[in-house]
């Protein structure tokens, strides 16, 4: 966003349908899977903006995406999660990065196959120099 003078007060070269625009596109790139610094970088040299206004952007962006996945059931982010790491499994193999490979397996196991029993609660509860 470029400002521009006009005596004592600062005026916004972008209107407000501009940004909700520009925030949008924003949106639909991180929908698509596009990384947070991809999209700033993208928002900078395509919108000519600052990393400031780049920034407030992606957090608006991602305060929406928050809001889409409250709406959905569990189940449904359990799959998309699943899917993700998947393909994020498949290109780190692809380039030969072995160690993010097994990560994601590991993660695909503890999300999807292990089983999630609640942790009890066995270990002292004291901290510190304590002698008993």
Known sequence: ????NYGRRNMALTTRKERIARRNDALRKM????GVGQ???????D???TRRSANLDIQWASA????????HERHDLL????????????????????????GCLNLIWKMGIAE????SNTAKTFHGNYRG
């Not at 966003?1 to 521009?4: N, S």
């Not at 929406?64 to 709406?71: A, Y």
């Not at 999630?116 to 942790?119: D, E, S």
Request: proline residues 2%; charged residues 20%; hydrophobic residues 35%.
């Open 31 to 34: 929908e698509k899977g596009w």
């Open 79 to 102: 799959a998309w999660l699943l899917y993700q790491t998947q393909q994020v499994y498949l290109k780190s193999v692809e380039a030969e990065q072995y160690s993010a490979a097994t």
């Open 116 to 119: 999630n029993k609640p942790k």
């Open 47 to 49: 919108y000519k903006i």
């Open 64 to 71: 929406k995406l928050v809001q889409n996945h409250t709406k």
């Open 39 to 45: 999209t700033i970088n993208y928002l900078v040299h």
């Open 1 to 4: 966003m470029k400002w521009k």
